[in-house]
T-cell receptor
């Protein structure tokens, strides 16, 4: 089955700096890659996703890039703010299926 | 529109007991999946139901089972509980049809502690 690895497990940045979280996947059939944000004590929520026919997607301060050849994708957060502090999970799935494989999460702390 | 509702939110059991967790999806969502969340392991897929049929199953022992009712509500059951089953169990619903529409809507989870 699919195996998703996520790095780093913890990340601290100064407010205003950028944060980058990287994930790799193993199954070349995976073609849908969402990112979820989980604030402390709350449920995970989708923040951005990308499909394999696209190399990059942006939504305000958040962007995701995908390299299908290397089987890795990354989350980029620019101009970080304290409210970006949370655990971020990457995931991989097949568009025609509904089984998601999640990474182990990255705990991001934005220092004011 | 009401979100995904999970009950109970917290429960404590002892080894060897069994537990049943319930999940009510967002109205209109027919796909319900379950995930186990533990520190350091992230979210691990348990199973997914669509129209009362289990379509996908993760790599968990047979002690973990589930079902879905005609109203899309779902239950999962864990029998013969072990200490390692202590975790947050998250239910997620989605508008999945033939093509994955993408977003999983998670409930707040049921936190199970096994003593």
């Amino acid at each position: 089955g699919e195996n998703v690895e996520q790095h780093p497990s913890t990340l601290s940045v100064q407010e205003g700096d950028s944060a980058v979280i990287k994930c790799t996947y193993s199954d070349s059939a995976s073609n849908y890659f969402p990112w979820y944000k989980q604030e402390l004590g709350k449920r995970p929520q989708l923040i951005i996703d990308i499909r394999s026919n696209v190399g990059e997607k942006k939504d305000q301060r958040i962007a995701v890039t995908l390299n299908k050849t290397a089987k890795h994708f990354s989350l980029h957060i620019t101009e970080t703010q304290p409210e970006d502090s949370a655990v971020y999970f990457c995931a991989a799935s097949i568009v025609t299926g509904n089984q998601f494989y999640f990474g182990t999460g990255t705990s991001l702390t934005v220092i004011p | 529109k009401a979100g995904v509702t999970q009950t109970p939110r917290y429960l404590i059991k002892t080894r060897g007991q069994q537990v049943t967790l319930s999940c009510s999806p967002i109205s209109g969502h027919r796909s319900v999946s379950w995930y186990q969340q533990t520190p350091g392991q992230g979210l691990q897929f348990l199973f997914e139901y669509f129209s009362e049929t289990q379509r996908n199953k993760g790599n968990f022992p047979g002690r973990f089972s589930g079902r879905q009712f005609s109203n899309s509500r779902s239950e999962m059951n864990v029998s013969t509980l072990e200490l390692g089953d202590s975790a947050l169990y998250l239910c997620a619903s989605s508008l999945f049809r033939a093509i994955n529409t993408g977003e999983l809507f998670f409930g707040e989870g049921s936190r199970l502690t096994v003593l």
